[in-house]
């Protein structure tokens, strides 16, 4: 049976970055609601990251079914060009409706170098000043890259999960690692195990009938069956769940929100 979401205690997070959020109206000081946990330090080598991987991976509770689900957070980044900032996008939606609620986009220098299999070292701590604006709780994170379909079992979404402590889903646009068992059929919901030496690491997911599948696996805090079930809901009419289509329009520099959300404690 598809998963379907839940809720997670507030705190605050102090991060750095040059911020853009329309959740905050200009001068106001923004009331944080998502908690970072320091796990480890992000100025490491590529060997130091991959060692921090290989720690944190045994972490990941591959478990869960979140419920009484209110908002999903999806995230996204677009890289700076020429050197320049990257622009780290968060977007809330509302469920069921999946209207955006509140947008959080931070730009940052990013100086982790671009190595396959390391990609959280380079954008959360790009994402980590985003979340930190954010008013609205998400009770969900769908992240635009893997989970546990990661050789390390420690993709961007199960890295990001464990440090926010959120049930986090990776929806990755193509396969790391790990090859499609069987045959995936054309219509929409569809899905077909990706299996990585020995263990399903995910699920091939077709969201949209005749379409390119998405590369589902579970990041945190979630199983596996409930995150390809999430998935397949949050992606009603496009190939990508809607939290990420808009945090990828967020990042390359759309308002898609105009007034400032409610406060969770003004409810």
């Known amino acids: 049976m598809w998963g379907r979401p839940a809720r997670s205690p507030s705190a605050a997070v102090h991060s750095n970055g040059r911020s853009h959020?329309?959740?905050?109206?200009?001068?106001?000081?923004?009331?944080t609601r998502v908690?970072?946990?320091?796990?480890?330090?992000?100025?490491?080598?590529?060997?130091?990251?991959?060692?921090i991987q290989r720690r944190l991976a045994p972490l990941v509770q591959r478990d869960g079914e979140?419920?009484?689900?209110?908002?999903?957070?999806?995230?996204d980044i677009s890289?700076?060009?020429?050197?320049g900032p990257a622009r780290a996008a968060v977007v809330v939606v509302e469920w069921p409706s999946l209207t955006p609620v509140e947008q959080s986009v931070v730009e940052i220098q990013v100086s982790f170098p671009y190595v396959p299999g390391l990609l959280s070292f380079r954008e959360i701590p790009a994402l980590l000043p985003a979340f930190a604006r954010l008013r609205t709780t998400p009770d969900l994170v769908v992240v635009d890259g893997q989970g546990i379909a990661h050789p390390r079992r420690l993709g961007l979404a199960a890295h990001?999960?464990?440090?926010?402590d959120l049930p986090a889903i990776g929806c990755a646009k193509s396969r790391l690692t790990g090859r499609v068992e069987?045959?995936?059929?054309?219509?929409r919901g569809a899905r077909a195990p990706l299996m990585d030496r020995g263990e399903v690491v995910g699920y091939v997911v077709r969201t949209r009938a005749g379409v390119s599948p998405v590369f589902v696996s579970l990041g945190?805090?979630?199983?596996?069956?409930?995150?390809?079930?999430?998935i397949i809901a949050l992606a009603p009419r496009y190939r990508l769940p809607e939290p990420t289509r808009l945090a990828h329009q967020a990042a390359a520099g759309k308002h898609l929100v105009e007034?400032?959300?409610l406060s969770q404690s003004d409810e």
Not at 160 to 164: A, E, H, T
Request: charged letters at 20%; glycine letters at 16%.
């Open 21 to 31: 959020g329309i959740g905050s109206r200009s001068g106001e000081s923004s009331v």
């Open 35 to 51: 908690n970072a946990h320091d796990m480890h330090r992000w100025d490491v080598s590529p060997r130091e990251a991959v060692e």
């Open 66 to 75: 979140p419920v009484g689900v209110r908002f999903v957070a999806g995230t």
């Open 79 to 83: 890289a700076g060009g020429a050197g």
């Open 160 to 164: 990001l999960g464990l440090i926010l």
């Open 182 to 187: 069987g045959e995936l059929p054309e219509e």
């Open 220 to 230: 945190h805090r979630i199983s596996l069956e409930a995150a390809a079930g999430w």
């Open 259 to 261: 007034r400032s959300p």
